[in-house]
């Protein structure tokens, strides 16, 4: 049976739009950008080492998420993802006001 080369072409088309793109829908979460009104609210900073000290004096060095109770990733994982961010990756290094220590 041979099949016209254009319906080949547009059934090749449909195909990779319906099993391509919604691939692309489910794409890995982004990290939390510190502009974000949570983020800015509570005063995340990608690197605890940039914290404001004098904004957040509870602030202890060596305090960062992947020492937090609330961090969900995996050990030695660059970023994982936070409760407070639902839906975002934030940095293993990174610290907010919301910090609670891990027991
Ligand atoms: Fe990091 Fe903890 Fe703040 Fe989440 S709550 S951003 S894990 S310090």
Known sequence: MKIPRRRFVITGISLAFTTLLPARSRAAPTSVSETDPTAQALGYKSDAAKVDKTKYPKYVAGQMCSNCQLYQGK?????????????????????????????
């Open 75 to 103: 050990p030695g994982a660059a970023t994982g993802p936070c409760p407070i961010y639902a839906g975002k990756l934030v940095e293993s290094k990174g610290w907010c006001s919301a910090y609670v220590k891990k027991a």
